[in-house]
T-cell receptor, first 112, second 114 residues
Framework: KQEVTQIPAALSVPEGENLVLNCSFT??????LQWFRQDPGKGLTSLLL?????REQTSGRLNASLDKSSGRSTLYIAASQPGDSATYLC???????????FGPGTRLSVLP | ETGVTQTPRHLVMGMTNKKSLKCEQH?????MYWYKQSAKKPLELMFV???????ENNSVPSRFSPECPNSSHLFLHLHTLQPEDSALYLC?????????????FGQGTRLTVV
């Protein structure tokens, strides 16, 4: 059974810092990995999708990498801003049920 | 606007009530999902529909009953719920059997059972 973990559980940084969020998964047989952002009480907003054949995706200040063989992904946020404060979730879509298995999230606070 | 719309956004219901959650997607996807998000727990998959057929029922109690009348609409019928069922219920859609497809989520329904 696929399991997804995220480290750290919470992170607080001053504005302007670059930061890295980590995601690990136990079964490398995945279709893709997706990073989401969730603001309190709201739904999920898709940030980046990395297909199983890709190693990296970029969107603005965000860069996500994927190392499928080691079961890891990182989300890099450059020049963080207070508006980046949210919970960041990673999810893998596995080859078996084709469902999305989520990690518990990293709660990020960017202080002005 | 994500293309996935959920109604209502908030719902308070008693344990003896019957209510329904609605989800609609305008993305042309052929798969829809219900997830439950409780405090301090990862998102839990409840049901998956592909081409209007249920392909997964993730050991969900029978007091939750899904319905998918067509590929654009998904319902979650609720009856005789328990207080521990209070949570954020999220609907998502994607394209089944397509490796590179993204999942898109609605804004969720915040359910409180009293």
């Amino acid at each position: 059974k696929q399991e997804v973990t995220q480290i750290p559980a919470a992170l607080s940084v001053p504005e302007g810092e670059n930061l890295v969020l980590n995601c690990s998964f136990t079964d490398s047989a995945i279709y893709n990995l997706q990073w989401f952002r969730q603001d309190p009480g709201k739904g999920l907003t898709s940030l980046l999708l990395i297909q199983s054949s890709q190693r990296e995706q970029t969107s603005g200040r965000l860069n996500a990498s994927l190392d499928k063989s080691s079961g890891r992904s990182t989300l890099y946020i450059a020049a963080s801003q207070p508006g980046d404060s949210a919970t960041y979730l990673c999810a893998v879509r596995d080859n078996y049920g084709q469902n999305f298995v989520f990690g518990p999230g990293t709660r990020l606070s960017v202080l002005p | 606007e994500t293309g996935v719309t959920q109604t209502p956004r908030h719902l308070v219901m008693g344990m003896t009530n019957k209510k329904s959650l609605k989800c609609e997607q305008h993305l042309g996807h052929n798969a829809m999902y219900w997830y439950k998000q409780s405090a301090k727990k990862p998102l839990e998959l409840m049901f998956v529909y592909s081409l209007e057929e249920r392909v997964e029922n993730n050991s969900v109690p029978s007091r939750f009953s899904p319905e998918c009348p067509n590929s654009s609409h998904l319902f979650l019928h609720l009856h005789t719920l328990q207080p521990e069922d209070s949570a954020l219920y999220l609907c998502a859609s994607s394209q089944w059997d397509r490796e590179g497809t993204e999942a898109f989520f609605g804004q969720g329904t915040r359910l409180t059972v009293v």
